[in-house]
């Protein structure tokens, strides 16, 4: 993974082509995914039914744009206004009193999910950072497979940022996600729309590198499988992979594989947040350490802020362990526990990387 960054900045990578599986594979794939589908459909609902989210987490504003008028768009502003960071942006851009902004995308492996699931966050991070912060959707496969997805968010987010109802200072974006979200939105960073206007990246437990098959990442996991929780990704990552990447699709495109993009394509500041028992905890965390000129830290675990780079390893946990559902009061005040201080260090960063 270190090389790969590298490697690219040389020039020299090779493509690394998606090929036809097996039909039996293929249809196993396809029966689960829409299984897995309908399924986290149908738990949505009844757990929004039976746990209505409270008024405090609801966005102020929901919005659909002419680009893509079939997803929904779901903005957070912070209450009364909101701290802003600089008062006036710098070189006179923009109107007086605007926000920093924060896009947030979510996850669900390409293929599930919704906006709605990360109002808790977006409400939580427009209070403590003073930013607005505007969750979108995008389109998902198997219908809808690489590059769809990234390209809705760069067309959203750029009709955001030329949205002129919204107090939003140009010079102060940032971008972020959850496991495929965090991808999107490293992706969607690079692309014309929005390369070199995206300020900053919080990037969670995301996967960066198609290039490597499901069982090679599975035998790289830098942990003992028998010594952590099941990893959800362990069956499903096989059906993610076959709805997302088409047939023929070069993996180490590094709009699909973030870890095969230049340091200057990225979001100047970037931090990733890893989970400790997650089998993409691995190519996020190298990834991390290259982009920061730590290929040769001898603790790779270890947190770190390196410049304008920052690493957080999430200690017993597993991959998506900031989102919940069906938990018992004991497990959610687990949960919160140990998302708490990671999410204020969060805030703090981002602060700190919009203000300098």
Known sequence: MAQAIAAVGEGIISPILKVRLPFLHRLDCFIKIWILKTL????????????????????????????????????????????????KPKGGKGKGNTLPVFFCIHGGGFAVGSPHYDDGFCSMLARRTGMLVVSLDYSKSPLHPFPAGVRDVEALADAVLADPSLPIDPTKVSIGGFSAGGNLA????????LQNRIRAAVIFYPIVD???????????????????????????????????VSVGQDRCDPVLSPCYAKPQDLPPWVYMIGAQWDMLRLESQEMIHALAGLEDKKDQEADFEQGTYKWTLARGCKHGFTHHFWQTPEEKARREK????????ISDWLIKALRD
């Open 40 to 87: 986290a459909r149908l738990a949505y609902e009844a757990h929004k039914a039976l746990h209505p989210p409270s008024p405090s987490i609801r966005p102020t504003l929901i919005k659909r744009y002419p680009c893509r008028p079939s997803l929904q768009t779901r903005i957070f502003f912070p209450p009364n206004g909101g701290r802003v960071v600089d008062e």
């Open 186 to 193: 490293l992706g969607a960073s690079q692309l014309p729309l």
């Open 210 to 244: 198609w290039s490597h098959p499901q069982d090679v990442k599975l035998a790289r996991r830098p942990y003992r499988p028998e010594d952590a929780p099941a990893d959800s990704l362990e069956s499903s990552g096989y059906w993610f992979d076959w709805a997302y």
């Open 338 to 345: 140990k998302c708490e201080p990671i999410f204020q260090e």
